[in-house]
C-alpha cells in the first residue's frame, strides 16, 4: 500500500518518535512510505482571497499540485500532529484548508449538497495532548466542532473513511513507562491496521 503521512509538530518531540516508529513499522512491513513534514518543507498556510479565487477558476499553485498530486497517490493518509487549543497546529490547518479544496476534495453540486471526491481512501489520526484524557472527554473531544475541524469527520466530509484515531493525553506528566506503553500501542495498531503483504 501506499501511504501518504502528513506531520506537523516545529521540535524533536514525542511527535517526532511517533512519526519515526510509524515510518519504520510501515517500511518493515513492505509498504511505501511518503512523508510531508509542514514544518520542514515550509509549507505557507495562509489561503488568501486572491488564491482562492484563482483555485476556483482552475489556476492551482504548484505547491498546491504537488501535495494533491501525493494525495491522489496514498491508499492511506496519516495525520501525526499535537492538539492546540482544541484544534490543528496552524501549519496543519493551513495545509487542510489550501491542499484540500473544493473542486479536489469535495464539490457542491447542483442540489446543494456535498459531494467528497477521496473516496477508496482511508486514514489514520494520531494525537498528544498535554491535558489529562478526563479533562478532553469532558471539554472538547465531544464538541462537535472538535470533531469536525481535528478529529475523524474532517475525512468523512471529504470521503475517505477513518479506520482509528489514536488520543495520547496527559503528556505533560508521562513517565518513562507511559512513553514505552504509548509507543507500544502505535506499534501494535500499525501491525494491525497494515501487516506486512501476502
Not at 88 to 98: D, S
Not at 138 to 143: D, E, P, Y
Request: net charge negative.
Amino acid at each position: 500500500m501506499n501511504h501518504l503521512i502528513i506531520f506537523a509538530h516545529p521540535q524533536q518531540s514525542l511527535n517526532q518518535t511517533l512519526l519515526d516508529l510509524v515510518v519504520s513499522t510501515l517500511l518493515n512491513n513492505g509498504h511505501d512510505v511518503t512523508v510531508r513534514d509542514v514544518y520542514a518543507i515550509g509549507f505557507p498556510p495562509e489561503l488568501t482571497l486572491a488564491e482562492k479565487a484563482a483555485m476556483k477558476s482552475g489556476d492551482v499553485p504548484i505547491a498546491i499540485q504537488t501535495e494533491q498530486k501525493l494525495i491522489q497517490q496514498a491508499d492511506v493518509l496519516t495525520f501525526i500532529f499535537p492538539i492546540w487549543w482544541t484544534g490543528f497546529p496552524a501549519m496543519l490547518k493551513g495545509y487542510v484548508e489550501r491542499v484540500f479544496s473544493e473542486g479536489f476534495a469535495y464539490q457542491i453540486n447542483e442540489h446543494g449538497a456535498i459531494d467528497n471526491l477521496l473516496q477508496d481512501k482511508k486514514a489514520v489520526i494520531i494525537n498528544t495532548h498535554d491535558a489529562p484524557r478526563t479533562f478532553l472527554d469532558s471539554n472538547m473531544i465531544a464538541a462537535p466542532s472538535h470533531h469536525m475541524t481535528t478529529d475523524t469527520e474532517v475525512f468523512n466530509f471529504i470521503g475517505i473513511e477513518p479506520v482509528e484515531r489514536l488520543l495520547f493525553s496527559s503528556m505533560e506528566q508521562a513517565s518513562a513507562d507511559d512513553i514505552h506503553e504509548i509507543l507500544k500501542e502505535t506499534k501494535e495498531t500499525v501491525d494491525q491496521l497494515f501487516p506486512p503483504a501476502v
